[in-house]
Nanobody, 123 residues
């Protein structure tokens, strides 16, 4: 069964750091982190890693967040530094089984989603 399992969320003060981890059941051409402020709300692409080792970032997190992929453990990591209150969200790991499709930041690109992990940044 194809699965994505996130871990590492929590609460931190502004300026602090957190590391999110997504353990995947296999390899995917594109794997990413999204975030969602409220249930049913729009999911926003945060960062992605593709089969060519390209890294993509939303402008709001560029320079503060780093995405990486461990081939040996099929693990996607999002290192978040300089956290701001506006980074407070539920973060989801998402994976695409296809090598082509909509841009990385479009939820429609992904066919597999994790259960989400909450990140809270206080002032």
């Amino acid at each position: 069964q194809v699965r994505l399992v996130e871990s590492g969320g929590g609460s931190v003060e502004a300026g602090g750091s957190l590391r999110l981890t997504c353990t995947a059941s296999g390899y995917f051409p594109l794997i990413a982190w999204f975030r969602q402020r409220a249930p049913g709300g729009e999911r926003e692409g945060v960062a992605a890693f593709d089969e060519r080792d390209n890294r993509f970032y939303d402008d709001s997190v560029r320079g503060r967040f780093t995405i990486s992929w461990d081939n040996t453990e099929n693990k996607l990591t999002l290192q978040m530094s300089g956290l701001k209150p506006e980074d407070t969200d539920i973060y989801y790991c998402a994976a695409s089984s296809a090598s082509t499709g909509p841009p990385w930041y479009r939820p429609a690109r992904y066919n597999i989603w994790g259960q989400g992990t909450r990140v809270t940044v206080s002032t």
